[in-house]
């Protein structure tokens, strides 16, 4: 089997593209990406000592895509991912990279007959009708309940039948737009395809930011004692996400992508779920612990454009159809993501700092 990954130098193509080249030395695995977030250089060498051949290319560009030659499957990982690209009204980066790309990417897949996995994102779910849920507001977190607005919420979570109508920032709509074409190309040619909308992915080889990849942000920033901001929501850090290792993540990618037909035309939320989540509060405590460092933090108590208080995965649906569950939890994410910082502090000061 070849495997194409897009996005494959980022911080999740490039933990499935070692993980899958790994565990199968059979599997030919190919890694693209066009490099562009800083950092990313940083996976190369990985990359190369797990055997897996790194093209240099972008989605956006239809021939870059067809060059990677003739395929058996691909896991679409390529994005835009920041919740606030576009705010600044640079829009055609994200319009391009998440939607066009998704297109490029199906359109190899069709001419080549290969299954299609594409992760998306918990951000498909729109911000409006995800501030007027029910919670209630516990001493370092917020905490769904049971008793709510819209249907598919429960103290378990955001289900895939919460409804989707309203805004979402231009992250989350283009990576709708191309589930959407998905659904299309699987209905027009028989496209074999999965997709799974990920919470928030953790770990290490994260070049985390504030707008995306919190949690190595809030890591990073404790370790190399920069000052931080509790934004939105009375500024107390009580927002919440549910996390998701990439070892657990690649558990279930092998197991999609050995079994294409039994997984085409599912839509699965995947994630922590309740039992492996953090409030920014829960994890300062835990970084403040792992780095014996404390760091300023500020209090900003008006919300950003496009933030949530509370996003946990309900995954009865996959839970449903699969053995598959998460097996690391919110602990052992952050001292994943400590230990890797810690060992690599030079090369992520130049790449981050």
């Not at 279930?252 to 294409?260: D, H, R, Y």
């Not at 053995?323 to 994943?336: F, G, K, N, Q």
Request: aromatic share 8%; glycine share 10%.
């Amino acid at each position: 089997m070849t495997v194409l990954v897009t996005g494959g130098a980022g911080f999740v193509g490039a933990n499935l593209s070692i993980a899958l080249a790994s565990r199968d030395p059979s599997r030919e695995v190919i890694a693209f990406d066009n490099l562009k977030r800083r950092g990313s250089e940083l996976n190369l060498p990985r990359l190369r000592a797990a055997g897996v051949r790194f093209v240099h290319g972008d989605v956006r560009e239809p021939s870059d895509v067809e060059a990677t030659g003739p395929i058996d499957a691909i896991v679409e990982c390529s994005a835009e991912p920041s919740v606030m690209a576009g705010v600044d009204g640079g829009t055609e980066f994200v319009v391009h990279t998440n939607l066009l790309g998704a297109y490029n990417c199906l359109e190899l897949a069709r001419r080549s007959g290969a299954a299609f996995l594409f992760l998306s994102t918990s951000r498909v779910y729109p911000t409006a009708a995800l501030n007027q849920l029910r919670y209630e507001e516990g001493e370092t977190r917020f905490e769904l309940l049971d008793d709510q607005p819209y249907p598919g919420v429960s103290s378990r979570g955001i289900a895939e039948d919460f409804p989707l109508e309203g805004a979402r920032t231009l992250y989350g709509a283009t990576k709708l737009g191309a589930e959407l074409l998905i659904q299309e190309y699987a209905e027009a040619y028989g496209l074999r395809a999965v997709i799974d909308r990920c919470g928030v992915i953790a770990g290490s080889w994260q070049m985390g930011k504030v707008d995306q990849g919190v949690f190595t942000h809030w890591v990073v920033s404790h370790q190399f004692g920069r000052e931080l901001a509790f934004i939105g929501y009375g500024g107390q850090g009580k927002q919440v996400r549910d996390m998701l290792h990439p070892d657990d993540l690649v558990e279930l990618v092998e197991a999609q992508l050995a079994a294409p037909d039994e997984w085409a035309g599912a839509t699965l939320n995947v994630g922590g779920g309740p039992g492996c989540s953090l409030s920014l509060r829960e994890a300062t405590d835990i970084c403040a612990e792992l780095t014996g460092r404390t760091v300023p933090i500020r209090s900003e108590p008006e919300n950003r454009a496009g933030d949530i208080p509370i996003y946990v995965s309900d995954c009865a649906r996959l839970y449903a159809r699969s053995d598959w569950r998460p097996a690391r939890d919110a602990r052992r994410i952050m001292e994943d993501i400590y230990g890797w910082v810690r060992d690599n502090e030079r090369a992520l000061r130049t790449a981050l700092v």
